[in-house]
Antibody, heavy 119, light 112 residues
Framework: QVQLVESGGGVVQPGGSLRLSCAAS????????VHWVRQAPGKGLEWVAF????????YYADSVKGRFTISRDNSKNTLYLQMNGLRAEDTAVYYCAKTSGQPYYFDYWGQGTLVTVSS | QTVVTQEPSLTVSPGGTVTLTCASSTGAVTSGNYPNWFQQKPGQAPRTLIY???NKHSWTPARFSGSLLGGKAALTLSGVQPEDEAEYYCLLYYGGAQLQCVFGGGTKLTVL
């Protein structure tokens, strides 16, 4: 069965860095694009970034552009989110979400990993 | 900055029918926005119910349906069950040179 397992969350100081991972299993990871989506405590969902199946194209929300980098290692079935210059407003649960082909065909989600930016 | 708007809250009786909507600040929502709908219960990850306006996944209950209605995306629940009480989010896709996906603020559905 399809599984997406996020990891790498934790507490980091403002201005710091963190790298999140999303380990995929149960499907051919290299065939599908994947999103990162976040949710601040008690708030709604916010789209963060998308990467195509082969890593050829990457897209970002304006709120993270220039600070976050999405990448993937298809040999390891893993998606990454490198987060630099973290701010308090980046505090959220970060989810990876798989697509079934095109970027607008969402299907499976992971359970999320919590990132807290605080001094 | 594109804004996607949903009703903040709705209440429906068990067995009833309710429609949630999703509007775009850029104008009418079209099939080219490929609306997706997600359900999220407290303490859980979101679950995709509908993709590309009206397509269901294998796990989507038959009582959920998606459509375009009056320039908005719509999610209709027919024969609402108590377990449908949840937060519902829509997402719209904005293509072009810079792909953007924008979530609505969510609708808290209460079954009462």
């Amino acid at each position: 069965q399809v599984q997406l397992v996020e990891s790498g969350g934790g507490v980091v100081q403002p201005g710091g860095s963190l790298r999140l991972s999303c380990a995929a299993s149960g499907f051919t990871f290299s065939d599908y694009g994947v999103h990162w989506v976040r949710q601040a405590p008690g708030k709604g969902l916010e789209w963060v970034a998308f990467i195509r199946y082969d890593g050829s194209n990457k897209y970002y929300a304006d709120s993270v552009k220039g600070r976050f980098t999405i990448s993937r290692d298809n040999s390891k079935n893993t998606l990454y989110l490198q987060m630099n210059g973290l701010r308090a407003e980046d505090t959220a649960v970060y989810y990876c979400a798989k697509t079934s082909g095109q970027p607008y065909y969402f299907d499976y989600w992971g359970q999320g990993t919590l990132v807290t930016v605080s001094s | 900055q594109t804004v996607v708007t949903q009703e903040p809250s709705l209440t429906v009786s068990p067995g009833g029918t309710v429609t949630l909507t999703c509007a775009s600040s850029t104008g009418a929502v079209t099939s080219g926005n490929y609306p997706n709908w997600f359900q999220q219960k407290p303490g859980q990850a979101p679950r995709t119910l509908i993709y590309s306006t009206s397509n269901k996944h294998s796990w989507t209950p038959a009582r959920f349906s998606g459509s375009l209605l009056g320039g908005k995306a719509a999610l209709t629940l027919s024969g609402v069950q108590p377990e449908d009480e949840a937060e519902y989010y829509c997402l719209l896709y904005y293509g072009g040179a810079q792909l953007q996906c924008v979530f609505g603020g969510g609708t808290k559905l209460t079954v009462l």
